[in-house]
């Protein structure tokens, strides 16, 4: 048996998910049926089927499962509150975007069984090391081709598993290899053995190459070679002989090798697979940024039609739409408010199909989710089209809901000339909205035609459907648009994101304050960035802006936000719901910083003085082009495209990088015939980089397709200034953004001044 499921008999959480439970899974009030769960003896494999289903029946795997909410945390069990108590109620939540799974236990002891046990398997995964991931990895192949569950695979059945994990490979040398690993001579592999099979098959010659020029006897790297790779391919300036005896320390597997303090073949791949032999420099990973600077200082991770899972308009307006993106490291969250025919403001797409949520449960959801990614301050960016009486429903919800954690007053009782930093509210959630006059004192109760923001009055982008197309409740919100008033008290909730309409560059130069702020369609902020690129960097030191996709993006697609951050936008807002390349730069971008939603923007943006073009890059003070040379050696373990049997990919890779006009390339190697598994390409692209600090680099790789699009395989993106130099891992992500282990790409990075 598995070594991982007899450890799991030894716990009671998990014994009682083993022995099987009885829940119901809930799909919508009305829809709520028993199942039979159980935790298979493998310790990964989650069963469940129905008691009248006869044979058939579905599976996941631990690893899958992102986390585990307890009680009433989703909007179907919400629907139920009245029926079962919290303490049976329980959602498992999915990677990517894969649907949650809510259930209801039977007892409260069983629910918490399930909700600890699938806890604990969760942090095992994300405990483990690179070796123990492999292996598990290797073990859940094991378990998914093994149908009549004996524990063992024949060559034909290794055979049919070799193609399913995309490994296309010569019969003589598979047969070889598994005869090697039947060392019990019985025509079949046990787990362990494939696990030893699957070694064998994944020696790297590559890698066997690079270890060969550092090690004197070519069986192994004593602490001097170990210290000479980090220095002279690693380019690790600060290296010791510590260091080395570190690395050594934590990815060496044999205790002989530790002892003679040496490094085996085993051990370098291993470290080179880790996050230290890793594209991304450890020292970026981390919160490292200075967050004392003004709020106009930092890049900030904002999300478009927040509410929204799918389309803009028949999508579902979801809760956990916000949850996802506030996961996600997005600081700045949008609510699109409507008049409810109860009295309860509700939130969704307004002229269209989307359902609806209501306004006081989006607020109570942000209490809850606003900090647990970043402790940096949240932006409830509001669009408002209630009637006065609604707006004051919708203050005092934010009153009562968010409490000290609303930012409703000034910061130090000082009308600000710079806006406060990150660090001065952190935990502190701000309301963008309109607002009655400035921050200096009393108004009226109302003010008229003030309630509109811009992007109903200023969206030369916008398609509204016309009257015919409205849902009936909604053919009077135009007409009642533009007499409506502002309640007072939601103007005094609005103190350092105040939204103005936008009278151009040199009015805001003479007149604007520092908490006024405009929002820009995506077709207006690229036009100014293009004709007035140094006067947009410049407003942008002081001011924030907001940036928003075009009207006519129905089916919630995306723009290119680099245009945007290269005028120094801050609030560059996405359809977080959509995947793309235009999430996997916002992904890049703000995985940086701890991931924390603030990237401080280049000096040369923060300047008030600055005359930085993204169209001129070479005017700028300290221009310093750099050139980056990638060595794309090989893939490792590439995902299947295509489920049919017999097709193995065919995988290209192509960089691509953002930033400045002149620095937007893209460059790509040859493909190589049927090899996911192991492709060599050692093929090396050459690129100029003119404005380092904005470059964003994309590592893509495709299934080639000579008669139609190619298949999309996985990514991955960062910041130029955050790539290491040396033999490094680039680890891939999917569509959705979450990491597809041990699937990687093998890279040599070299980074020189341009002479």
Not at 91 to 112: C, I, K, M, P, Y
Not at 556 to 575: E, F, K, R, T
């Amino acid at each position: 048996m598995d070594p991982e499921g007899s450890r799991h008999h030894d716990d009671p959480h998990l014994q009682v998910m083993m022995a099987g439970s009885i829940l119901r899974k809930v799909k919508s009030r009305s829809w709520r049926k028993q199942r039979h769960f159980k935790l298979l003896e493998d310790g990964v494999t989650i069963w469940y089927k129905s008691r009248w289903a006869g044979t058939s029946h579905s599976t996941f795997l631990v690893s899958e499962v992102e986390a585990v909410r307890e009680g009433h945390q989703s909007e179907v069990l919400l629907s139920i509150a009245d029926e079962f108590h919290p303490n049976l109620c329980f959602t498992l939540v999915f990677r990517g975007r894969q649907g949650n799974l809510d259930l209801v236990a039977e007892s409260q002891e069983e629910a918490q069984a399930w909700i600890q046990g699938v806890r604990k398997l969760i942090h095992n995964a994300e405990t483990m090391g690179e070796k123990e991931r492999l292996h598990q990895w290797v073990r859940d192949w094991f378990q998914k081709a093994d149908k009549n569950k004996d524990g063992k695979m024949t060559f034909k059945e290794v055979r049919k598993l070799l193609k399913m994990m995309n490994v296309d490979m010569n019969e003589e040398h598979a047969l070889h290899l598994f005869t090697m690993a039947d060392n019990s001579d019985s025509g079949a592999l046990a787990i362990e053995q494939f696990v030893q099979f699957h070694k064998m098959l994944t020696q790297r010659d590559e890698v066997w190459k690079v270890f060969q020029d550092y090690s004197a006897d070519g069986e192994k790297l004593m602490l001097d070679e170990v210290e000479s790779f980090l220095r002279l391919e690693q380019l690790e300036g600060d290296c010791s002989s510590q260091r080395a005896q570190e690395l050594i320390d934590r990815y060496e597997p044999s205790e002989a090798a530790k002892k003679q303090g040496a490094m085996s073949l085993d051990g370098f791949q291993i470290y080179l697979c880790s996050q230290e032999g890793s594209i991304f420099k450890s020292e970026c990973r981390d919160l490292h940024q200075d967050m004392s600077q003004p709020l106009s200082h930092y890049f900030i991770s904002s999300s478009h039609n927040t509410y929204l899972l799918e389309d803009q308009l028949r999508g579902q307006s979801s809760l956990e739409a916000y949850i996802q993106a506030l996961k996600r490291g997005c600081r700045c969250v949008e609510v699109d408010c409507w008049d409810g025919s109860d009295g309860e403001p509700t939130v969704y797409h307004g002229h269209t199909w989307t359902s609806k949520i209501l306004f006081k449960d989006v607020i109570s959801t942000l209490k809850e989710y606003a900090f647990k990614t970043s402790d940096f301050p949240v932006i409830l960016s509001l669009e408002n089209h209630c009637g006065v009486e609604q707006q004051t429903v919708i203050a005092q919800h934010l009153r009562q809901i968010l409490g000290d954690t609303l930012l409703s007053t000034l910061l130090d009782g000082q009308i600000p000339q710079t806006l406060p930093s990150p660090q001065e509210m952190k935990g502190k959630i701000l309301l963008k909205a309109k607002k009655i006059g400035d921050l200096k004192g009393l108004h009226d109760e109302t003010l008229t035609d003030e309630a509109t923001d811009e992007e109903e009055t200023d969206n030369g982008d916008a398609e509204i459907p016309s009257a015919e197309d409205l849902p009936a409740e909604d053919l009077n919100h135009s007409e009642k648009k533009s007499n409506s008033q502002l309640s007072k008290l939601l103007s005094d909730l609005v103190i350092y994101c105040k939204s103005v309409h936008f009278h151009g560059f040199e009015h805001a130069r003479l007149h604007s304050k520092c908490y006024e702020m405009s929002s820009f369609s995506e077709s207006k902020a690229k036009k100014f960035a293009k004709e007035s690129g140094s006067d947009f960097v410049q407003y942008n030191v002081k001011q924030l802006s907001r940036i928003y996709p075009s009207g006519i993006r129905t089916d919630s697609s995306n723009y290119n936000p680099q245009d945007l951050w290269n005028a120094g936008c801050q609030i560059v807002a996405l359809n977080f719901q959509t995947a793309g390349m235009e999430m996997d730069l916002n992904d890049g971008l703000f995985r940086q910083n701890g991931y924390c939603g603030y990237v401080l923007k280049p000096d040369f943006m923060r300047d008030g003085n600055t005359r930085f073009s993204p169209e001129k890059p070479e005017e700028r003070q300290h221009y310093k082009p750099l050139r980056l040379s990638i060595q794309v050696i090989s893939g490792q373990q590439l995902p299947k495209v295509n489920q049919k049997e017999g097709s193995i990919v065919d995988p290209l890779v192509r960089v691509e990088v953002y930033g400045v006009p002149q620095d937007q390339a893209k460059a790509e190697s040859s493909y190589i015939n049927n090899n996911g598994f192991n492709p060599v390409w050692n093929q090396t692209l050459n690129f100029v980089i003119h404005t380092p600090e904005l470059a964003l680099v994309r590592f893509v790789v495709e299934d080639y397709d000579k008669t139609t699009w190619n298949d999309f395989i996985g990514q991955f993106t960062l910041p130029f200034m955050c790539i290491q130099e040396g033999y490094r891992h680039i680890h891939l992500l999917s569509k959705d953004g979450t990491a597809i282990p041990p699937s990687s790409l093998f890279v040599n990075i070299k980074i020189t001044e341009l002479t």
